[in-house]
Nanobody
């Protein structure tokens, strides 16, 4: 069982930066692949970035490549999403998710554990 709690969201101007954090419970955090998803009003939840349990493999949605960086610190049971060059279209609730098997999935249904989400608003 893993519990996830996101933090770090807020209001930022276009071109600015934010770092989201995901605090995980459990003693074997490095067993789980972790990902960030986001959901804008009226839209489906979409994959943003994912990272393997060891941190050696990462994957990004095309819309955030070169701007966002996913990372993790297994010693601290923490995951992060550094977001640079933010755009108004990045406005959404951002969710941390984890799954204890397989590859870095991009489908919502593949993930077993979810945080409550943190709001990111980018003003133009």
């Amino acid at each position: 069982q893993v519990q996830l709690v996101e933090s770090g969201g807020g209001l930022v101007q276009a071109g600015g930066s934010l770092r989201l954090s995901c605090a995980a419970s459990g003693r074997i955090f490095d067993y789980y692949n972790m990902a960030w998803f986001r959901q804008a009003p009226g839209k489906e939840r979409e994959f943003v970035a994912g990272i393997s349990g060891s941190g050696s493999i990462t994957s990004y949605a095309d819309s955030v490549k070169g701007r966002f960086t996913i990372s993790r610190d297994n010693a601290k049971n923490m995951g992060y999403l550094q977001m640079n060059s933010l755009k108004p279209e990045d406005t959404a609730v951002y969710y941390c998710a984890a799954v204890g098997r397989g590859i870095i999935y991009q489908e919502v249904r593949r993930y077993d554990y979810w945080g409550q989400g943190t709001q990111v608003t980018v003003s133009s």
